[in-house]
């Protein structure tokens, strides 16, 4: 074991322990800090220091989200239940080169790569097909839109190939994945199989040069004549993803048009940049993968710290992630700048929590389990955020100068390593998924295994013999579905069965975990686990569980697999109906986003709706048609309504929203049609009068209104206005507009995960799960108000959430206590608290429902 990295370690968990000894104020006391844009030690909210940058940072409560084309067209989607859309296959019967003439885009001075010396967005295209035309080496394709609409780009660079020899080329890829066994027997394939690899490229937007360096690369590929190149190339195939964000690239953001990072959506899908890389890394299966990115002051190359993901295959990642790592090192320091003469290995270099590959939400981490070694490259120098502003135009095209050498110089140097050790990738690959296959128990690591590899690295999981989704529900549906779209394999029962005294009906599904992607599987449906006392610090989510925050029904079978008939699901069975005899009113319960679409689908349309109670809606049995096409649409199930119900009118809600983009992102998923506001918005005057709830989470701050406003606000509370917040800026607006008579005490502000909660009230606890997610939790203490959850007795089931050194604001100090709210105001009006993230990302599906019945409930 590496002594160095040990002692940095325990110095690492003494100086955490110490920081976060200070414990949070009973009232989350302003935004959280700012983190310094350039890297280093920053506050985490809530208390305490990270040695790396908490998540996303603060904005999330505090930059409110304006309505954009991208979520409005969202909101504009036609609803339809027609299959969808195919996803991106390179598989195409026909050989290589494939090239296409790329659509050229209006030029735009505004794209700000262009004050870089940077390609702008608008010449890639053009790029691309004059390389096509140069070269037989290179074919060029679009695999996607982005979320703002423009073109999503995959090169592939590779030696010319027939139709015959591409056709063998996939069917040995199937054969690797499908029956590895098989794969490991043909010799053919191990001498002429194409080692492939893939680069992504300026997945954030304002992190550039990722594209440029490999431009330059393909470049080179595509245009050397010497026989190494040459030879290089009938072996291997080159697949590129040049901008993951373009949105991002021309706007100088992170962020893609819709505001989402994408780079922690991978587990979620929700945009379409993510969707497109999934599908490219699921169609070209490649062995080595790395996603450029940028800045970290020095040049950082993972492979990363503990801890590690429990569902990876490690062993067969690690050995090649570490070497490959060591020579992308090597690489940059043959540059010759003074900016490159060493890199952060975060395994090799970091305390564990400072650089983890823990959530599968990032490109690499998603990679390892589609077979690949997947690596994050962070280009050193900063030209983004304050720099981009402030630093001289000669000073940021050196920087940008550097970093292209330093992205070029790590693809270049991965490609090397990918071709040298061609054969132990390829076998590794092969292993990887027949262990999946073969349901075998991952192997334990020992000590030493690569330099460094210790206790601290050994991270494994259990992995069930099947899970069970009962069919049925649009929550179900969804979750098979997404599954699909990851590859991971799904089966329905053929006829009724038993499991662990259970009784299932045909139609369930079931996910045998004897498959070759078992990690993914297990990943994205496992409860997860709690982490807390195995790090001091985590940077991003610790706990996920679709299986646990999408609504559906899982179960998990640790031994058996049911003995039924199965047959395979390649689409989740249609779940909508309207359950009525006609002439009939109908009554739909809200118990799915889904559900909530629906109600807003028929109240655009017109159609007088009532509500008996919060979670239910009664349809008046003339509105029988436009259930109907809704049910087949979304896969909602309408039943009888009960002949005494009359209920109350519903009337289309009025929102303004302060709120996050992910936010905004769920609420017009959802249907609702929002007027995006912030502090500046309400300074400037926006008119309150005819909104029926505010919602309060990110961007709007009660004191720093101005006096008309303030005073605005006053009005539309005292008049009986609706308000819902969520987190520690609507902890603070609920305080300083004394909304509700509580006070919001705040947890670890790098606490996440997923937690169990108790329902109880009538709006948002009603039939709600029994599980709920945080990311800088909140709860409530005070009289007046209605509990409507509470956090657990144990509250955190997966994730890392740890005390203060006092003892103060972890867990233990949460059970029990109220994570969600509700009252009446003193103007009469209806309010909702939320201390938990409903909307997170547009990740726990499960919870849209309940915080849309909060948000009905408080319109009304």
Request: proline share 7%; net charge neutral.
């Amino acid at each position: 074991m590496d002594l160095s990295r040990t002692l940095a370690g325990i110095g690492a968990a003494l100086l955490a322990t110490a920081l976060l000894a200070n414990p949070v104020s009973a009232v989350p006391g302003g935004d959280p800090a700012a983190a310094p844009s350039g890297g280093g030690p920053a506050p985490v909210p809530g208390g305490g220091q990270t040695t790396r940058d908490f998540g996303n940072g603060p904005e999330r409560n505090e930059i409110a989200a304006l309505d954009d084309a991208a979520i409005s067209a969202l909101s504009a989607r036609a609803l339809t239940a027609d299959t969808p859309a195919t996803a991106w296959t390179v598989t195409r019967r026909k050989g290589f080169p494939r090239q296409n003439e790329l659509p050229v885009w209006p030029v735009n001075p505004d794209d700000r790569s262009i004050k870089l010396g940077l390609i702008p967005y608008h010449l890639i295209a053009p790029k691309l097909n004059a390389l096509q035309k140069a070269s037989d080496r290179v074919s060029a394709e679009i695999v996607g839109k982005s979320a703002g609409g423009r073109d999503l780009y995959l090169v592939t660079v590779t030696a010319p190939e027939s139709a015959a020899e591409a056709a063998r080329q996939d069917r040995w890829r199937e054969l690797i994945e499908e029956d590895p066994a098989a794969a490991k027997r043909d010799r053919s394939l191990k001498a002429g199989y194409k080692t492939p690899v893939w680069i992504n490229a300026n997945i954030h937007g304002n992190e550039w040069e990722g594209t440029d360096g490999a431009l330059r690369v393909i470049e080179r590929l595509s245009t050397a004549t010497d026989a190494a190149t040459r030879d290089f190339l009938k072996r291997s195939r080159v697949y590129v993803t040049v901008t993951n964000n373009p949105d991002g690239r021309v706007a100088g953001t992170r962020a893609n048009g819709a505001g989402f990072d994408i780079n922690r959506d991978h587990a979620t899908s929700s945009q379409p940049e993510s969707r497109a890389v999934r599908d490219v890394v699921i169609a070209t299966q490649p062995f080595v993968m790395l996603d450029e990115h940028g800045y970290t002051g020095t040049t950082l190359i993972e492979p990363a710290t503990p801890p590690h993901g429990q569902n990876y295959e490690y062993d067969l990642y690690i050995k090649h992630a570490l070497p490959n790592a060591l020579g992308m090192e090597k690489a940059i320091q043959q540059l010759g700048h003074p900016e490159t003469t060493a890199a952060d290995i975060p395994f090799r270099d970091y305390a564990p929590g400072d650089w983890d590959d823990w959530p599968p939400i990032f490109t690499p981490m998603y990679a390892i389990y589609q077979g690949a070694v997947g690596h994050t490259v962070e280009i050193p120098l900063q030209v983004n955020n304050a720099a981009y502003n402030n630093l001289p135009v000669e000073e940021l095209q050196r920087r940008a100068r550097i970093n292209t050498d330093v992205a070029a110089a790590t693809i270049e140097a991965a490609l090397t390593y990918a071709d040298t050790n061609r054969g132990t990738l390829l076998a590794d690959q092969i292993e990887q998924f027949r262990r999946g296959w073969a349901g075998e128990p991952s192997p334990t690591i020992p000590d030493g295994f690569v330099d460094g590899f210790g206790p601290e690295d050994r991270y494994s999981a259990t992995f069930p013999r099947a899970y069970v989704i009962p069919a049925g529900t649009p929550a179900a549906a969804r979750l098979v579905d997404h599954l699909i779209s990851h590859d991971v394999r799904v089966t329905a029962a053929r006829s009724d069965f038993r499991l662990g005294g259970r009784h299932y009906a045909k139609g369930t599904y079931l996910v045998d975990m004897h498959q070759p992607k078992r990690g993914l599987a297990n990943v994205l449906l496992e409860a997860g686990r709690d982490i807390s006392g195995l790090v001091p610090q985590m940077y991003d989510i610790s706990g996920w569980s679709h299986g646990l925050l999408w609504g559906a029904t899982v179960d998990s079978s640790l031994r058996t697999l049911p003995r039924v008939s199965v047959t395979k699901v390649t689409r989740a069975a249609p779940t909508g109906a309207v359950d009525a005899p006609r002439g009939r009113d109908l009554s739909l319960s809200l118990r799915d986003g889904n559900d909530v679409r629906a109600v807003n689908e028929l109240l655009t349309r017109g159609v007088k709706l009532r509500r008996t109670d919060a979670a239910t809606v009664l349809v008046p049995a003339e509105a029988r048609p436009e259930a109907s096409a809704l049910a087949k649409a979304l896969g909602v199930r309408f039943t009888a309504a009960r002949g005494h119900d009359r209920g109350t009118v519903i009337e289309p809600p009025v929102i303004a929203a302060a709120v996050s983009a992910d936010e905004l992102f769920a609420l017009k998923e959802m249907g609702f049609v929002v007027q995006p506001v912030s502090t500046a918005i309400l300074n400037a005057g926006f008119d309150l009068s005819a909104v029926d709830t505010l919602i309060v989470s990110s961007g709007l701050s009660y004191s720093a209104l101005t006096p008309a406003a303030r005073t605005a606000v006053d009005a539309y509370l005292a008049g009986g206005g609706g308000v819902v917040t969520r987190g520690a800026t609507g902890a603070n607006f609920n305080a300083a507009a004394r909304v509700l008579p509580v006070t919001a005490t705040a947890g670890r502000g790098d606490a996440n995960g997923v937690v169990t909660v108790t329902n109880e009230g009538r709006i948002v606890g009603a039939g709600s799960p029994a599980h709920s997610f945080i990311y800088s939790p909140l709860w409530f203490t005070g009289t007046g108000v209605t509990v409507e959850q509470r956090y657990g007795t144990t509250p955190l089931v997966a994730g890392h959430w740890l005390p203060t050194d006092a003892g103060t604001n972890g867990p233990a100090q949460a059970a029990g206590q109220p994570a969600v709210v509700s009252g009446v105001t003193a103007g009469g009006g209806h309010a909702v608290l939320f201390g938990t993230e409903p909307l997170f990302r547009a990740h726990p599906k499960g919870l849209y429902a309940p915080y849309a019945r909060a948000l009905l409930w408080t319109a009304s």
